[in-house]
C-alpha cells in the first residue's frame, strides 16, 4: 500500500544534540512539507519542498534543516539552534499541478521531547 | 493571501446531537477547501474536500460541508454525534497552482470536538 512513513514515532533529545526526523513516501508525490503543531497553535510550516534537489523555508524556519536529494526521501533535522523543540512533527506530501486538489497525504508523526 | 478561521477552539456536542464545526476563509479568488481530522498522537486523515461543482460535499464518517461563496464559509457537519468522533478538525485553504504560496494548504487553528455520553 502506498503512503507516508514517519519514523521514529517518539524521539528524546537531548540539550545541545541535533536529532533528525525521516519521512518517506512511496505516493510519487512531488511535493513534500514539515509542519510543527503545539498544543492550541495550529500546524505550523518549517520547510517545504516541491522537487527534488529544492526547498523552501516556511513560517517557522529557524533551527530546523532539510534536504532532498530524493523523490521519496524529506528528512528534518533539528538543530541544537532551536531553544524550543518540544512539540509533534508532521510530514506530508502531494502531488502539484492540477492534482494538488487531492490535498496533502500526512504520516502519522514524531514526538520530540527534549530531556 | 489566504486565511482561515475556526470558531470555537473546543466544542462539546451530546451523543447523538447534531455536530456543527465552523470554518471561515478568506481569499482573492475561489479557493479549493478541506477538512481534515485528528486523533490523538496521529497524523490528520482527510474528511472531505471541495474544489469545484456541487457547493455540498460529503466526506468519510458520515459528515458533509457547504461552500458558501457569499458568506466564504466551510462549515462541516454530522447530523448525529458518535463517541467516535472525538477528535480534532482542521480546516484547510488553498489557491491551488495559483497565487503566492502555490500548492500550499494553510490550516485553521482546529477545533476539538468532546462527544459528551
Known amino acids: 500500500d502506498g503512503g507516508i512513513t514517519q519514523s521514529p514515532k517518539y524521539l528524546f533529545r537531548k540539550e545541545g544534540q541535533n536529532v533528525t526526523l525521516s519521512c518517506e513516501q512511496n505516493l510519487n508525490h512531488d511535493a513534500m512539507y514539515w509542519y510543527r503543531q503545539d498544543p492550541g497553535q495550529g500546524l505550523r510550516l518549517i520547510y517545504y519542498s516541491q522537487i527534488v534537489n529544492d526547498f523552501q523555508k516556511g513560517d517557522i524556519a529557524e533551527g530546523y534543516s532539510v534536504s532532498r536529494e530524493k523523490k521519496e526521501s524529506f528528512p528534518l533535522t533539528v538543530t541544537s539552534a532551536q531553544k524550543n523543540p518540544t512539540a509533534f512533527y508532521l510530514c506530508a506530501s502531494s502531488m502539484v499541478g492540477t492534482s494538488f486538489n487531492y490535498g496533502y497525504t500526512f504520516g502519522s508523526g514524531t514526538r520530540l521531547t527534549v530531556v | 493571501a489566504q486565511s482561515v478561521t475556526q470558531l470555537g477552539s473546543h466544542v462539546s456536542v451530546s451523543e447523538g446531537a447534531l455536530v456543527l464545526l465552523r470554518c471561515n476563509y478568506s481569499s482573492s479568488v475561489p479557493p479549493y477547501l478541506f477538512w481534515y481530522v485528528q486523533y490523538p498522537n496521529q497524523g490528520l486523515q482527510l474528511l472531505l474536500k471541495?474544489?469545484?461543482?456541487?457547493?455540498l460535499v460529503k466526506g468519510i464518517n458520515g459528515f458533509e460541508a457547504e461552500f458558501k461563496k457569499s458568506e466564504t464559509s466551510f462549515h462541516l457537519t454530522k447530523p448525529s454525534a458518535h463517541m467516535s468522533d472525538a477528535a480534532e478538525y482542521f480546516c484547510?485553504?488553498?489557491?491551488?497552482?495559483?497565487?503566492?504560496?502555490?500548492?500550499?494548504?494553510?490550516f485553521g487553528k482546529g477545533t476539538k470536538l468532546s462527544v459528551i455520553p
Open positions: 471541495y474544489t469545484t461543482g456541487a457547493t
Open positions: 484547510a485553504v488553498t489557491l491551488g497552482r495559483s497565487g503566492a504560496g502555490s500548492y500550499q494548504l494553510t
